[in-house]
């Protein structure tokens, strides 16, 4: 961080350090998308991307429904990007506080569901104001969950949710350097009494330990800052060597191949699980859950484990580890030609570039099927075994037809004809 500790500094710097981040993206976005809660944070990085940033830049308040202060807070940002020109939006979600689930975490994801969908339509990248201090109660978080390397280096100033790129300009300032910006230029923003109560971990350390550890060492939350650094540095070289070995392993269909993973130590197996799940963003899963999918790899071949890792299960099947998701069942859909569509009970999104009436049932609807390739009539479930659809995928495959005639099969990544030609008219994403 520079050591002007002035607001115009700060502001020039706060620019600075977008720009920067802006041109490491290999895609650059057409919009800034600032997660605008109405806080201090937030409010001096809207107000520094607007002042500073050559990109159309959108407020974003997500209304989680907590606090009864909620609609004011929405009104309250909306005032200000009206005020200031600023495109802005307010995205309702809901949160339901669960047994054995943090309201904090489930709150966390309902926003970031909420913010990198808004992104993904407005080819935007998103911009958190998350500071130093900020840094310094995740860095306690991870220690407190028994964190390896990748937690307990905390955030980075650049990370991705899918394909969104996540922006953290504001990380190496501290906060009171935020608040002082903030009111040399004469910013408005409110706070969240939530922010004051006990049962959140973060506020307990915000409010109880990290002030007597300021005292003791004024400078810890630049020291642990420091320290987060470091190990992002050792972390992404050894993402270097993880993903060599990832590579070794991946399989179709982001699948994790058993036999090159066994010829691996199982340090590397954990690392290279751990790789293959964070490339779709899943959340991790315990040492336990770990190990457990790891003893999937010595299964019987005809056996097929199961290991449920929250809102998704680890399965081996055909000699790979396979990532699955729950899907709606499967029913019928209407179809139109030209359009991107996404059925509920099945993966790939793809668009039909052929006029005509098409619908999509599920393929195991049919009893006997003729492929135009083979030249024979077999069931589904036989074709599909020789597919190698894995079995619990069978019932939700998409048979695709144009004016009620079985024309094609649409599996994850590819598209199986049953008409000659028909493959080249469907294009998946």
Known sequence: MTQQTDPPSITAYIAQRLRGLLSQLETPPATLVVGFSGGVDSTVLLHAAVLTSPLPVHGVYIHHGLSTNADEWQAHCQRYCQQHQI??????????????????????????????????????????????????????????????????????EISYRGHIAVLRPLLSLSRRQIEQTALAHDLNWIFDESN????????????????????????????????????QEQNAMLQDV????????????????????????????????????????????????????????????????????????????AGALYVCQPLAPATEAILVPHQK???????????????????????????????????????????????????????????????DEPVAVLLKETVVELQDGIADKIVIY
């Open 196 to 231: 004051l109560d006990p049962r959140f971990d973060r506020n307990f350390l915000r409010n109880d330990i990290i002030p007597l550890l300021k005292k003791r060492w004024p400078h810890i939350a630049s020291t642990a800052a420091r320290s987060c650094d470091l190990l």
């Open 341 to 403: 569509h996404h059925l509920p009970w099945w993966y790939t999104d793809f668009i039909i570039q052929q006029s005509g009436a098409w619908r999509a049932v599920p393929f195991t609807s049919l009893s006997k099927v003729y492929s135009v390739k083979n030249r024979v009539s077999k069931t589904p479930r036989k074709w599909l075994k020789e597919w190698h659809v894995p079995p619990w995928e069978r019932d939700n495959v998409p048979l695709l037809l144009k004016d």
């Open 87 to 156: 495109p802005f939006h307010a995205i309702h979600v809901d949160v339901v506080d669960q047994a054995r689930k943090s309201l904090e975490e489930q709150a966390r994801n309902a926003r970031y569901a909420a913010l990198t969908a808004y992104c993904q339509q407005h080819q935007g990248a998103l911009l958190l104001g998350q500071h130093q201090d900020d840094q310094l109660e995740t860095l306690l978080l991870t220690l407190k969950r028994g964190s390896g390397p990748l937690g307990l280096a905390a955030m980075t």
């Open 242 to 317: 993880i993903e060599e070995r990832y590579t070794l392993a991946a399989g179709p269909n982001h699948t994790l191949l058993v036999k090159p993973l066994l010829a691996l130590k199982r340090r590397w197996q954990r690392a290279v699980c751990r790789h293959w799940l964070a490339k779709d963003s899943l959340a991790m899963p315990s040492q336990a859950q770990l190990d457990e999918i790891l003893r999937c790899l010595h299964a019987r071949e005809d056996a097929q484990p199961l290991v449920q890792v929250g809102d998704y299960a680890v399965r081996r099947f």
